[in-house]
């Protein structure tokens, strides 16, 4: 019987936890000559006032719940799935190579096709190390590691080798036709007379990732394949006891992790209407801090997202506005990893104590 109750786990534990890095976070603002409160004032002001700010931190979450998502169903069978940033990698390469492969003639058409691509690429480059897990015994972290890096060398090569225009310096693909444009926020609002800035990079993506978010529940939770996950991440042994095949649960949940890593090229490839170097910008990283902040549940990895690409727009503000550094964002991300992953138990224990505390305070009927 578990002590806490289901909301204390999903809501209270992450809010201390968020608490706690901030407050470091301010200790450490203090320490450089800083006022924290002012620094936070700005990452506030910088993100929500104005819809500019707004859509930049959409843009972002976008991203992060598609990297976090990919984690969290590695993590429901057990499986660390360290390599969301090398699978995003190639899902861009299977995005780029769908929008220039035809000349769409409208987004609604090249959409469901690059989502497609995307998925593809992301999930092939997933299989390799979900294969040799499950036939070979070799480690999911250290395999999906190097893949990270032999899919960074293989775009640098691509690019500059093989799929950059004749006569261009820059390493990216050629810019895509009008018809692989995705249509940004503004434009959607715009057309229920609601004002929003043509500047900030957040398009229709932004609600492909929240269905995501949605579809992932239904598989998790409400589907055969989703109970043998679960099952298998639980207890290995009492799941090949019921029947479950390690190898299938291992590849399955690897291919579906490395397409939805893979499907945030939609966001970060289209957006830029073309394909260039470190287009994932770390997310795939982000993802695992993601996943462990929501608990691997899809609305808790929603929040989750929101509450980081809060942290990168309002360090880029910091950034701008004042003499921090905008690393120390980094170090903020670094701290709610290490109060909601290393040290759960932190927070979790003394209110596991307070818990049992009531419960045997309380008069019996």
Not at 60 to 81: K, W
Not at 128 to 144: C, D, E, F, M, N
Not at 273 to 290: C, Q
């Amino acid at each position: 019987m578990d002590v806490l109750p289901k909301w204390v786990d999903a809501v209270l534990i992450p809010l201390i936890s968020i608490i706690l890095a901030f407050a470091i976070s301010a200790l450490v603002i203090l320490a450089i000559g800083e006022d924290p409160v002012k620094a936070i004032g700005i990452m506030i002001e910088g993100t929500f006032g104005r819809s500019e700010g707004v859509g930049y931190m959409l843009y972002y979450a976008t991203n992060f719940m598609f990297t976090g998502l990919a984690v969290a169903i590695a993590f429901h069978a057990r499986l660390f799935n360290i390599g969301g940033e090398g699978q995003a990698t190639l899902g861009g390469l299977g995005v780029a190579l769908v929008c220039l492969a035809v000349p769409w003639p409208h987004w609604l058409l090249a959409l469901p096709f690059a989502i497609i691509g995307g998925a593809i690429f992301g999930a092939l480059w997933a299989l390799i190390p979900a294969y040799l897990q499950a036939k070979r015994g070799s480690h999911i972290v250290i395999t999906t590691i190097m893949f990270n890096f032999i899919a960074s060398a293989l775009m640098v090569y691509l690019l500059v080798e093989i799929l950059k225009p004749v006569g261009s310096m820059d390493p990216a693909t050629a810019r895509f036709g009008e018809g692989a444009m995705l249509p940004r926020m503004s434009d959607i609002l715009g057309v229920f007379g609601i004002p929003f800035s043509s500047a900030a990079p957040v398009n229709i993506s932004f609600f492909v990732a929240v269905l995501a978010c949605y579809l992932f529940w239904l598989l998790v939770w409400r589907t055969r394949l989703g109970y043998e996950l679960r099952a298998y991440g639980q207890s290995e042994t009492a799941a090949e006891y019921a029947g479950i095949s390690p190898t299938k649960i291992i590849i399955i949940a690897m291919l579906i992790s490395g397409a939805l890593a893979g499907m945030m090229a939609i966001n970060s490839v289209m957006a830029a209407n073309r394909l260039v170097l470190n287009s994932v910008e770390g997310a795939g990283f982000i993802g695992i801090a993601v996943a462990l902040m929501g608990r691997s549940h899809p609305f808790g990895i929603f929040l989750a997202s929101l509450l980081f690409g809060f942290l990168v727009q309002g360090g880029a503000e910091i950034d701008f506005w004042t003499s921090i550094p905008r690393e120390l964002i980094v170090v903020i991300q670094a701290l709610v990893i290490l109060f909601t992953g290393a040290l759960d138990n932190m927070v979790r224990m003394p209110l596991e104590r307070i818990f049992l505390m009531f419960r045997r305070k309380r008069p019996e009927v």
